[in-house]
């Protein structure tokens, strides 16, 4: 029997006394057809110190290993450790350090410790100690406690070692970008870990110590970003470099950050082989994430959800973070699947990452919730979870407006609130550092934020302008070009130019339809069928009494009914009843078709 809870399966057997367990073990053994999962039996019905199942356990580990049950070979390699005898000290470290890898790669932060424990424990060389510490540490992910000792236990079993210290470098440089929020500091830890490496001659460490070192440089805007990761580029390339630690890796990542998508696409494939036949479920999860996100931007809806259902599906069952996983599921979901879903994986994603303190996907999954918030209709709400990431990315000192992209998604909530001098200000701004950094892929957004807040100040001419340069320059990302387009169509259609208005969301609708964007392509359609049916060049608000129009204005800009119903002294019941009027005259089903129907009231 197996507990879908692993936990339940645990306590049920630690409660029988070492003998029962022993003896059923036994026969769980006599009836397994599984070669595996016999001999994983057979172990764990011998005595605890059995130079013979200690050697049963290493070779059935192999073999979980090879077929990919990368949970089990993690269990069977820390028996074989802790069944061997302690005077057999080479063979006893040689296979905790196996387990303690097994467990890294897993995730699995228990089996890891123990298997550090009985490295630490032996007279081992620096070398083995230094290994293991670090192997706890990757074992760790997000959920390590005790950092800072941990990382100074690891420089002292390495002194005089320049190699080694590099290794524990690089992973204090991780651990100050993704916990402390300090990438300047992250960013200094690297470039020691590189001299380290390049002074002792270990070109596959040096390697990793270039790829975090140009990783946080492209975070704060240095200008020597490329030249620092086509160094690690040049290097060797070395076996047992994770996979999602290697330049070739972040290359991908810059490629996306560029909107290259079929570059980063063509990159990650053979990345994503690599991973999974290594068995290290972390790695796997960030190719698999980053695979997602590049066939999302290039179109390919169905591929980006496969992905992301896989990146989920594997986090979930590991002791992995979830919040890596929840921001890539929140992102595709909402835009190729369902809302209502992606709201519930952005909202775990924040609350995972608040939990574990991780800055870095705190600031995704708010970014995630934020724009999920906004485009259902919710500015409000999404004005909170995004001026909180503006903040934890100033706190951070994220300089690259390309690398996360809420600079645009906050600029349009705030147009939608009427806070139209801190939406251009916050243009403006971003605007001239994305020019300054030659960040040319953040402008269309940032263009079509514009032309949204040109269109409330009257000038629609200036905004259909703006987004059909911005809609001709995304041929190659055709889900921006679509939101660009129904941008357009709301624009055309508030400046009584209705045939305008009808091409540009039957394009957008087209485009929506075509590549799965099943959320989208739903409004898309929505806004053309309002179009095609009205029988007049004007919108649908001469029909609305004063009462209604003014009621519906409040709601288009984002206020709650009790809002509205203070701003206008009446009850919340009487507001309820209003907006259901509204609704039924406009044909519209919820406030997002609201706002977009709808001129928001100005506050």
Known sequence: MRCTASAIGVELAARLPSHA?????????????????????????????????????????????????????????????????????????????????????????????????????????????????????DASGQHLRGADELFAAALHAAPGRPDLTAQVLIRQSVWANVSEGDPHRACALAGRATDLAEAAGDTTTTAMALTMQARLQRILGHPDTATTLARALSLPRAAFIPVNGTPQHLAARHALFDDRPEEARTALLPLLVEAERTGDAEATVDILRSLAEAELR?????????????????????????????????????????????LVHARRGVDTARQEDNRVFLSRNLFALGHLLLVTGRP???????????????????HDPSVLRWHPELAETLVALGHLDQAQSLLDDTRRTATDLGRDAVLPALERAQALLDAVRGDFGTAARRLNDAADRLHHLPLERGRTLLALSHTERRGRRRASARTAARSATDLFTTHQAHPWAQTAAHTLGRLEDAPTDDDARPRLTSAERRCAELAAAGASNRDIATALTVSVKTVEATLTRVYRKLGLHSRFQLAHTVTPAHE
């Open 21 to 137: 367990r022993r003896l059923l073990h036994a026969r769980l053994a006599e009836a397994s057809r599984d070669s595996v999962r016999r001999d994983r039996h057979t172990v764990l019905a011998a005595d605890a110190a059995d130079p013979r199942s200690a050697l049963q356990a290493a070779r059935a580990a192999v073999r979980a290993r090879q077929r990919g049950d990368h949970a089990l070979a993690a269990e069977l390699s820390l028996l074989a450790a802790q069944r061997t005898p302690h005077e057999d000290g080479d063979l006893l470290t040689e296979r905790a350090l196996t387990a303690a890898r097994d467990a890294a790669h897993y995730g699995d932060l228990s089996r890891g410790r123990a298997a550090a424990r009985l490295i630490v424990g032996q007279d081992t060389t620096p070398d083995q100690r230094v290994d293991a510490l670090i192997a706890l540490i």
């Open 298 to 342: 290039a179109g390919r809806c169905a591929r980006a959800l496969d992905h992301a259902h896989r990146a989920q599906a594997l986090t979930d069952g590991t002791s992995l973070s979830p919040a890596p996983a929840c921001y890539t599921s929140a992102l595709v979901e909402g835009t190729a699947g369902r809302t209502d879903l992606a």
């Open 380 to 398: 409000k709400e999404a004005l909170e979870a995004l001026e909180e990431v503006r903040d934890l990315e100033k706190l951070q000192q994220v």
